[in-house]
């Protein structure tokens, strides 16, 4: 395999690129207990959605892969230079990591970093803005998809409604949240009701990540 070249805002992504004996990418352990998201998110949705969804992902990508000129690549330039069948999961275990390491169980006390504040509030107005502007993305986006925060190589931040498993970084934008509005994500939860996912996502942010992937961002500008 290559040298891994991380897109540093998935914090994990070293971790994620580890490749068993034959080269197969695995599935990583939660950065929490499977009911940490409770009551927001519930220990089943969390065993469905990372432990069956996610690894299908895996194992796709996987068989894809093999034997093809993409089998030594990282995830992310897999996604940069792959299509079809490849890219869409591919895509989808890098959409799935990113998603489920910015959550982190309830705290009323958290709070954006000093670096994430100042950027939401240059590029937003204030916090509250950017999560009525992000919310109402989510909501609004038809079908499957995913919202993005996105800063671009100015490190200006872009709410980023994409359909199916696309990611800014095929764009060479540098992912900082997103939020994943495929049903499987909150069916056995709150069924068809996803503004109620919405308004639950937003009290679990993991607002230590979100910061760290700003720092990231601000290096590379």
Not at 43 to 53: I, R
Not at 62 to 67: D, E, Q, S, T, V
Not at 84 to 94: D, M, T
């Amino acid at each position: 395999m290559k040298q891994e070249e991380c897109i540093c805002t998935l914090l994990s992504c070293k971790k994620v690129n580890e490749r068993d004996k034959d080269n197969r990418f695995q599935l990583q352990p939660l950065p929490y207990p499977t009911n940490a998201l409770e009551p927001y998110i519930s220990e089943k949705t969390v065993q469905f959605h990372y432990g069956k969804h996610l690894l299908a992902y895996i194992e796709n990508t996987n068989k894809l892969k093999a034997g093809t000129e993409f089998d030594e690549m990282p995830l992310t330039q897999m996604i940069r230079e792959a299509s079809g069948g490849l890219f869409n999961n591919a895509s989808q275990v890098f959409n799935h990591y990113f998603q489920f390491e910015s959550l982190a169980p309830h705290d009323p006390a958290a709070k954006p970093g000093m670096h994430t504040l100042k950027m939401l509030e240059e590029n937003f107005g204030s916090l509250e803005d950017f999560q009525e502007r992000f919310s109402q993305t989510a909501l609004k986006l038809f079908g499957s998809g995913y919202v993005w925060l996105a800063a671009d190589k100015n490190g200006k931040l872009e709410i980023m409604p994409v359909p199916n498993a696309e990611t800014p970084l095929t764009e060479e934008k540098m992912p900082i949240m997103n939020l994943d509005v495929w049903e499987h994500a909150y069916y056995l939860d709150v069924q068809n009701q996803r503004a109620k996912y919405i308004e639950n996502s937003m009290k679990i942010v993991n607002w230590e990540v979100i910061e760290q992937r700003v720092k990231c961002v601000l290096k590379q500008i």
